[in-house]
């Protein structure tokens, strides 16, 4: 019953970012291949979770969704982490990492396979949280 109830909340979540991200005229599914998209995008996603942030708990998972994506993006993203980590709830924070740990962290690919840091990024991340 939990599990179900936490797949509702992730699906309306992920439709909350998507009808946001489509009310600003952003195709979602599209990952951004020039810097100029990447910056665009960071901004978008970053403004969005601070939006969905504001709005309070229900929409914390909005909100993480959100912040993931930005870090995906982001160019150093352990700096980006150590921010998240002064400025967003801890459960917002628990959820940005949950997604880390499914998807991979920024850099890798999905699977826990190691990109050219050969694992440094997930050693570093890790020492932030604890």
């Not at 936490?6 to 952003?26: C, P, Q, T, Y």
């Not at 352990?78 to 997604?99: C, G, H, N, R, Y």
């Not at 850099?107 to 840091?117: F, H, I, L, Q, S």
């Amino acid at each position: 019953m939990m599990d179900e109830a936490r797949r509702k909340n992730e699906a309306d979540a992920d439709r909350a970012v998507k009808a946001a991200m489509e009310a600003l005229g952003l195709d979602d599914d599209k990952p951004p291949t020039t810097e100029e998209e990447r910056q665009k995008y960071l901004t978008r996603q970053l403004q969005l979770g601070e939006q969905f942030l504001n709005q309070g708990p229900s929409h914390f998972r909005a909100a993480a969704t959100c912040l993931f994506r930005a870090l995906q993006v982001y160019p150093d993203p352990i700096k980006l982490l150590m921010a998240f980590q002064e400025t967003v709830p801890p459960p917002v924070l628990d959820m940005v990492m949950q997604m880390m740990a499914q998807e991979g962290p920024p850099g890798t690919e999905a699977g826990g396979k190691r990109g050219p840091g050969g694992g440094r990024e997930d050693e570093k991340i890790q020492e932030i949280l604890d």
